[in-house]
């Protein structure tokens, strides 16, 4: 996969891109990035990319020739090209599993107070990481290629997300390590008892508990089977009484 970002912030992605999962799927030949520096296509002397609104109010747009300039060759070179924008549509798991399919990406990261209408016409879709505003598409973009690229085949085992809080439509079940007990905190008996069938029972059972007291909305998308929801029934009716 070839994942492209027009930005002008480059250094931003600098570690970020190098370090941990990422860093060793790039250095595997599982990805490749592109990082372009807007101001290579910004206006006069002092390569600005940004100017004030018509019509007047606060803050600075982003002007459409250097945007235009730099996602131009992405678009024409085949890249999907996605503008990280608060007014997206919200990334989620399966929004990520969709994109990790794509060949080419191309990330255009938004500063300042926005960008020039006639820039969207340039981009194939809008992507908010959430409903809170952040100083520019930066965060956003890495974000975004985090939860893609460890979805590639050979970044991380594929048991590690096919089993991800909401791969499922649940959130994870918990989980334990070394040592056995710790402060007075005894790991859950099952998990030491060796016997695979009681473990997978008792995860399904906590994913769903822990989907239910934390986020109900998904399970009426999740793939339930019966038993699930006898389970949920039981949990409830536990809830009930206490
Ligand atoms: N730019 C600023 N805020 C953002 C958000 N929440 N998602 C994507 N891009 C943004």
Redesign the pocket.
Known sequence: MRIDVVTIFPELFELPLRTSIIGRAAEGGLVDFGIHDLREHGLGRHRSVDDYPYGGGAGMVMRPEPLFGAIEPLRNAGAHVIL???A?ERLTDALARDLALQPRLALVC?RYEGIDERVRALVDRE????D???T??EL?ALVLIDTVVRLLPGAIAEASHTGDSFAAGLLEHPQYTRPEAFRKMAVPAVLLSGNHAEVDRWRRREALRRTLARRPDLLGAAPLTDADRSILEELRAVDEES
Do not use: A, C, E, R
């Open positions: 990280l924008d608060p997206g938004g992507v908010s990481i959430g809170y505003v952040l520019g598409g956003p």
